[in-house]
């Protein structure tokens, strides 16, 4: 059983092109999340939500927007693709948002804008 | 200011040989998780082992084990008797609250990317 996946896994889109990203967890947790993973490999958190709440909205472009339907769905719409927007996009769960909690990955969507 | 900090972008070690991974953090928070996760070259990115700030003792979890040096702070991962399968990349990340907010941050580090020798 798949604690935490993403669908598509692969997303090849022309510039320009509206697409979505859907992730679902089945641990129960309460918060989830969404990473984006460059070419170098760096990890950076765009967005966490808490019970359905935003709680961290780093500093990325507003055409990227959450949606979270319920606590076990957080979904990720991206608007007007760019070139620069071609990275592999983690969503994460985890318990709570205490120091404690850990951080479960789902499989990550790799996007390619052409 | 970079909070975790991975100098080794690179590492090779023996298979079945022991391998340290370095990882230093920077919080001024006294309440803190850190964590290692692995990612395979098929891209996903696995849990390894987590150490709490207020944890006595180090962190083991069967192969992997937590060198926890708080004053130095550094979470050095260790995995003894190296594996072809461990061949991946390494990422220590920490969790804590960003002072004057009560938002909880995750941070990454840049990886390490070990390489098992046969």
């Known amino acids: 059983d798949t604690a935490v996946s993403q669908t598509p896994k692969y997303l090849v889109t022309q510039m320009g092109n509206d697409k979505s990203i859907k992730c679902e967890q089945n641990l129960g947790h309460d918060t989830m999340y969404w990473y984006k993973q460059d070419s170098k490999k760096f990890l950076k958190i765009m967005f966490s939500y808490n019970n359905k709440e935003l709680i961290i909205n780093e500093t990325v472009p507003n055409r990227f927007s959450p949606k979270s339907p319920d606590k076990a769905h957080l979904n990720l719409h991206i608007n007007s693709l760019e070139l620069g927007d071609s990275a592999v996009y983690f969503c994460?769960?985890?318990?709570?948002?205490?120091?404690?909690?850990?951080?479960?990955f789902g499989p990550g969507t790799r996007l390619l804008v052409l | 200011a970079q909070k975790i900090t991975q100098t080794q972008p690179g590492m090779f070690v023996q298979e079945k040989e022991a391998v340290t991974l370095d990882c230093t953090y920077d919080t001024s928070d006294p309440s803190y998780g850190l964590f290692w996760y692995k990612q395979p070259s098929s891209g996903e990115m696995i849990f390894l082992i987590y150490?709490?700030?207020?944890?006595?003792q180090n962190a083991t979890e069967g192969r992997y084990s937590l060198n926890f040096q708080k004053a130095r702070k550094s979470a050095n991962l260790v995995i003894s008797a190296s594996q072809l399968g461990d061949s991946a990349m390494y990422f220590c990340a920490m969790r804590d609250v960003e002072t004057g907010t009560t938002g909880n941050q995750f941070y990454f580090g840049t990886g390490t990317s070990l390489t098992v020798i046969p």
């Open positions: 150490q709490g700030s207020y944890d006595q």
């Open positions: 994460a769960s985890s318990r709570g948002t205490s120091g404690r909690e850990t951080q479960y």
